[in-house]
């Protein structure tokens, strides 16, 4: 084998490895979302909670509205401007948007009320009226690396314009991506992706509020970036590709409450496949308020004891909550090949390279 051979089998075997359909890599999720201001109060900001030990800003692979290009200055694209990111030591990392206060007045804020379009458009290039400031909602977004086990979204308040600022818990859940890597190598068979959201409460409640959620999934050949899910993309799930009808969805109040139906509506699981074709996963919610009948104890009783039921005989749908769009990517950009799938390459290659020298010598 001449020398020139070899290196273009050598190159040729790289190209291979990297061509391989292999999901055992760095895996990563991101969000991107509409959350409506229904706290009651102005809004001056933001969070996103990240309760993760093993997560720093390291592990932050992409935040809206501080480096996400649409054209125009990355913190033009949501009121507050550029984000904070800031770690939490032995906790997790938290991603702040909040507005400046001087001389007892605050520099922007998101109306408390409702939102009546159920799409990605409560942002700039989204919206016309973003920026007359009467949109009681707002834009976020992060990616990371790897899927954290626990995010939590928080809308930051002032109602006695004090200064400073409390969290309130949005209504719009965040997604947890559950996946199990395969061994490295080719994938020749769909592997699961489980897209699970949890509603919550209060601790002083028994019962969280209660909301209608709607998902769409769709397949994607390539990875996305955050600024691929906003609703007309062509990575976005359409309205006929629908993953699950409208489901009851509030956080449950315990064994107290029902025995062990307990909570039946505060975990919702969007069981996936990822196809050996595909590279990522994208999925859609749509969240609307639950405006049925609810037990004395504040459980929804849609049909009888809390039985769901769809929302034209529950009093049909409520205010429109929120928009989710998750993105998984089976493998992040720029990720590498696992350490053992180079030792195999590396042993593959050194065989190549002794079968050349043994033909050199004859």
Not at 93 to 118: D, K, L, M
Not at 302 to 330: K, M, R, T, W
Request: charged share 15%; aromatic share 10%; hydrophobic share 40%.
């Amino acid at each position: 084998m001449r020398p020139a051979t070899h290196a273009t089998l050598l190159a040729a075997a790289l190209l291979a490895v990297a061509a391989q359909p292999s999901h055992a890599g760095v895996f990563g999720s991101l969000a991107n979302f509409d959350a409506v201001n229904d706290t009651g109060h102005e809004a001056h900001g933001f969070e996103i909670d990240i309760e993760d030990p093993l997560f720093d800003r390291s592990k932050i692979q992409s935040v809206f509205g501080l480096d996400r290009n649409f054209g125009v200055p990355p913190t033009s694209v949501e009121r507050y401007g550029a984000p904070t990111i800031v770690d939490n030591p032995g906790v997790g990392v938290t991603i702040r948007y909040a507005a400046t206060f001087s001389g007892q007045a605050w520099s922007v804020g998101t109306p408390t009320g409702t939102y009546s379009n159920a799409g990605d458009s409560c942002w700039p290039l989204g919206n016309a009226a973003y920026n007359s400031g009467t949109l009681a909602c707002d834009h976020f977004g992060v990616g990371t690396f790897g899927s954290p086990a626990k995010t939590t979204y928080k809308w930051l308040v002032d109602p006695t314009n004090s200064g400073a600022l409390s969290p309130v818990a949005a209504a719009l859940p965040p997604v947890n991506f559950i996946y199990q890597q395969p061994a490295p190598g080719p994938i020749l068979e769909p592997q699961p992706v489980i897209a699970e959201i949890n509603a919550e409460k209060d601790a002083n409640e028994l019962f969280g509020p209660a909301f209608w959620v709607k998902v769409f999934a769709h397949h994607v050949d390539h990875n996305v970036n955050i600024d691929d899910l906003l609703k007309g993309n062509a990575v976005v799930p359409k309205d006929n590709e629908l993953e699950a009808e409208f489901e009851l969805f509030q956080a449950g109040g315990g064994a107290a409450a029902r025995g062990a139906n307990a909570n039946v509506n505060g975990n919702k699981q969007a069981n996936l496949m990822l196809n050996p074709a595909d590279a990522a996963l994208v999925v859609r919610y749509e969240f609307y308020k639950y405006v049925g009948n609810f037990t004395p104890e504040g459980e929804v009783d849609c049909g009888g004891n809390g039985v769901a039921d769809v929302p034209a005989n529950c009093g049909g749908l409520g205010a429109f909550a929120g928009a989710q769009i998750v993105g998984f990517n089976a493998v992040q950009p720029g990720a590498v090949p696992e350490p053992g799938t180079w030792l195999m390459l590396l042993a593959g290659l050194g065989g190549l390279g002794a079968v050349a020298r043994r033909r050199r010598a004859r």
